[in-house]
């Protein structure tokens, strides 16, 4: 299935990220970063335009790679000196290994059952994986042109999806990895929830840590 305009273009697909996320949009880059040290090496999963890697792990000389279903993203990356593949994560190939596996944003492409891309993320992790999910969603926005591109334009090549997590259905997901789960918290502004899950079981008598 043909992805629609907005994963396309790198540059429509920005300007949506910075109208949804408003002054916060630094931000939710930022807290991930932050949680990545310098010359690791890092796997982006549905990395669109790879602004992560661009504008803040660039400076830090990790060593990146970024999947994505779109060409289009793919050839940016590339084009700027990073390094890409194209690459359909409905398949159930394994994915490249790494110090940290990131997905941002697009965990809701995997409704109704995303376990097993989370499973193969944490097979591939040798530290840890970051995920951040929105639990705020401009498709079920009550301004209905915001909900009516939500519906539209989010579709990366391989289907519409209209399936979107409430912050207490994906805390009930998140569950699951409890045993993993090193700390939970929400972003700047509240639109998006962090998990960073390691790659091991903890201890017996680990607490997770929420912050936000």
């Known amino acids: 299935m043909a992805a629609t305009v907005l994963y396309k273009s790198a540059l429509l697909y920005e300007l949506l990220m910075v109208i949804l996320y408003g002054r916060h949009y630094s931000g939710r880059y930022k807290v991930i970063a932050d949680m990545i040290p310098a010359q690791s090496s890092v796997l982006d999963l549905c990395c669109g335009p790879a602004v992560l890697y661009h504008r803040y792990l660039h400076q830090k000389s990790v060593a990146y790679t970024g999947l ?7 050839k940016h990356l590339s084009a700027r000196g990073g390094q890409g593949q194209v690459w359909d ?27 097993p891309i989370v499973d193969r993320m ?5 530290r840890k994986v970051i995920l951040a999910e929105p639990v705020r969603n401009i498709t079920s926005s009550k301004l209905a042109p915001l909900a009516f591109i939500g519906r539209r334009f989010t579709d990366p090549g391989d289907g519409q999806s209209d399936h979107r997590f409430t912050e207490e259905t994906l805390d009930l997901f998140f569950n ?4 993993q789960l090193s700390k939970a918290f929400s972003i700047p502004g509240g639109r998006e929830k962090v998990f960073v899950l390691n790659s091991r079981p903890l201890p017996d008598g680990h607490q997770l840590r929420e912050d936000g």
């Open 122 to 126: 944490l097979r591939a992790a040798r």
């Open 176 to 179: 699951r990895y409890s045993s």
């Open 68 to 74: 994505d279903l779109s060409e289009t993203f793919i």
């Open 89 to 115: 994560l409905r398949e159930s190939a394994a994915l490249p290994g790494a110090d940290y596996v990131v997905m941002q944003a697009s965990l809701y492409q995997f409704l109704p059952d995303p376990q």
